[in-house]
């Protein structure tokens, strides 16, 4: 069984940073495209960024591009969301997302796997 553990979430000043965490267990995610995804009260799930686990490809929304950086550790299985210069428009829950797809995909219906979200809170 896959499971998406997300954790590092919290409160911060604008400006301030975090890195939210991802490990990842049950199978083997050589091939798989890791992504992470936000969502705030009232508003869709939104992409925030995507990794390939083989290859360590990334693309990000132009909203984070410079600020946010995605990254995996292959040996732990995890991927990691550093989020420098938080703004309070980043405010959301953070969700951990997996695919078994290769190419880099940003649309939510194309993951099949789900973290239980972490909450990101920037106060202005």
């Known amino acids: 069984q896959v499971q998406l553990v997300e954790s590092g979430g919290g409160l911060v000043q604008a400006g301030g940073s975090l890195r939210l965490s991802c490990a990842a267990s049950g199978r083997p995610f050589s091939g798989y495209t890791m992504a992470w995804f936000r969502q705030a009260p009232g508003k869709e799930r939104e992409f925030v960024a995507a990794i390939s686990w083989a290859g360590g490809n990334t693309y990000y929304a132009d909203s984070v591009k410079g600020r946010f950086t995605i990254s995996r550790d292959n040996a732990k299985n995890t991927v990691y969301l550093q989020m420098n210069s938080l703004k309070p428009e980043d405010t959301a829950v953070y969700y951990c997302?997996?695919?078994?797809?290769?190419?880099?995909?940003?649309?939510?219906?194309?993951?099949?796997?789900w973290g239980q979200g972490t909450q990101v809170t920037v106060s202005s």
């Open positions: 997302a997996a695919t078994a797809r290769s190419r880099l995909v940003v649309v939510v219906t194309s993951y099949n796997y």
